[in-house]
């Protein structure tokens, strides 16, 4: 697996991180740990790509509001994730 950059240098997780191991668990058919390796992702992926099949292309406006919820999403997970331990 590679690494993750931001992981790396930050130790936190990004948007994407664990997409890798849920593309795994996704083709061994483990379908509930695939969510649970990043949720955001799990949900966010069909959405998007059910939204390009449907308009056939996405605007700026669309890129940068998805761009923020990545961005939500990464800074939500690692406030929960570090939550116990803050």
């Given amino acids: 697996m590679l690494t993750c950059p ?5 130790g936190l997780d990004c ?4 997409a890798q191991r849920m593309a795994l668990a996704l083709l061994h058919g483990n379908v509930v740990e695939a969510f649970w390796l990043n949720p955001g992702l799990a949900i966010g992926a069909p959405l998007v790509g059910m939204w390009w099949l449907w308009q056939k292309e996405i605007s700026s406006r669309a890129a940068f509001v998805m761009l923020c919820i990545a961005l939500a999403w990464g800074i939500v997970r690692n ?3 570090l ?3 803050i």
Avoid: A, D, K, S
Avoid at 6 to 10: A, F, G, Y
């Fill in 83 to 85: 939550g116990p331990e």
């Fill in 79 to 81: 406030l929960v994730h």
């Fill in 6 to 10: 931001l992981h790396w240098l930050t």
């Fill in 15 to 18: 948007p994407f991180c664990g």
